[in-house]
């Protein structure tokens, strides 16, 4: 999967993702075969984590 690089558009690519298709990051990684500490090491340098219970990065 080409996901964007830029972690401000990265962020918004994965909390749509999350919310329209996806009930979790873990099944995300999974059905779109991508590391979840690349994405959390991305997100994380912009100040956002995963808030599993929202389903989203905030």
Do not use: G
């Not at 329209?20 to 991305?42: F, M």
């Amino acid at each position: 999967m080409n996901m964007p690089k830029d972690p401000v558009m990265l962020l918004s690519y994965i909390n749509t993702q999350l919310r329209d298709n996806y009930e979790s990051l873990e099944e995300l990684s999974k059905s779109l075969s991508v590391d979840i500490d690349s994405i959390n090491e991305k997100l994380n340098s912009i100040d956002y984590v995963y808030d599993p219970k929202k389903n989203k990065f905030v």
